[in-house]
């Protein structure tokens, strides 16, 4: 088995890098052949993980956060939606925020994560695909993506989010969480985004049907219970569900921001209502919007409205604890 790391030592503030000679040697003892490459910058992850899927690389391991598990991920799709080798992909976490690896029953310890990654145990997940503009073109307001020219593709496993959740991602990213942890960082994050925003209405395409959602605060779709740093869904999607989970905020205002809280760090069932709802979607589309233009997945900003979300064609098969 030939394996492929991908190691980013500005995970966590840089003390990423400081974990690496730990994990060499627990690969070295584990019998494990490998290379390894340091990365430059997340799309350098991304550039590195599609050069090892083309040199048919058994595993190719993520080593870093979130962000690093993301890029990885994308190297191994074109942009059609298909995969483009058999190559498995495996993690060992040295972020900030394992939200994926809560996912998909991935160990943060690194003894445990290198034992994993030995077993080669399999859980072959469903990816989502979004397509989005790389540039915000206000012109595009009100208009879906056949009059966008030409849109970029990414992929992602745990959740999307566009409106008030991309802010949030940027400014939960800017460095408060190394000060203030990730719980604590996200939330006052949030309460300061929350401060700033401007709602504003959306023209949503779900499931081929077309409605205007109005006074508009964010839109999650996604796979997994984890959605950010505590946030979290009591979603009832399984491996082999085809669909999206819609998480949907509205009409949001300091009365019934405590109730909203409440409700997205519980994890609990809830019942819809004017403020908070969940459906499920095969297929979204969202229109262009000059206000709140911005869109991020797993846990990073990446583009622009509008936006089409659906399934890749292809699995992905991951390393996983049994």
Request: aromatic share 10%; charged share 25%; glycine share 8%.
């Amino acid at each position: 088995m030939k394996y492929f790391l991908i190691m980013n030592p500005k995970s966590q503030g840089g003390k990423s890098k400081k974990r690496f000679h730990h994990i060499w040697k627990l690969l070295d003892h584990g019998g494990i052949k490998y290379r390894y490459e340091t990365t430059q910058s997340l799309d350098h992850a991304r550039q590195l993980s599609q050069f090892a899927n083309k040199q048919n690389y058994d595993v190719i391991v993520a080593i870093g956060g979130d962000g690093t598990i993301n890029s990885v991920l994308n190297g191994f799709f074109d942009d059609k939606g298909n995969k483009i080798s058999d190559s498995r992909m495996g993690v060992i976490y040295t972020g900030t925020s394992p939200d994926f690896c809560k996912s998909y029953n991935i160990p943060l310890n690194l003894d445990e994560a290198v034992d994993t990654l030995i077993a080669q145990r399999c859980r072959k997940i469903k990816v989502g695909k979004v397509t989005f503009l790389k540039e915000n073109m206000k012109m595009l307001n009100n208009y879906g993506l056949e009059k966008a020219g030409v849109p970029v593709v990414g992929y992602f496993v745990c959740c999307a989010n566009i409106d008030l959740g991309a802010t949030l991602a940027r400014r939960a990213n800017s460095g408060i969480r190394k000060y203030a942890g990730d719980f604590l960082g996200t939330f006052l994050s949030l309460i300061s985004t929350v401060a700033s925003y401007r709602a504003n209405n959306f023209t949503i395409v779900k499931n081929e049907r077309k409605t205007i959602v109005e006074n508009l605060y964010n839109i999650s779709i996604g796979r997994t219970r984890y959605i950010a740093s505590g946030i979290k869904l009591n979603t009832r999607l399984d491996d082999d569900d085809d669909r999206f989970y819609c998480l949907t905020v509205t009409n949001l205002n300091w009365m019934n921001f405590p109730k909203l809280v409440k409700k997205i760090y519980s994890g609990k069932s809830f019942k819809n209502n004017h403020i908070i709802s969940l459906d499920y979607c095969d297929k979204l589309e969202i229109y262009g919007n000059f206000l709140n233009p911005e869109i991020e997945y797993d846990g990073d900003p990446a583009g622009y409205l509008p936006c089409r979300i659906e399934l890749a064609n292809d699995t992905l098969e991951l390393v996983v604890k049994k």
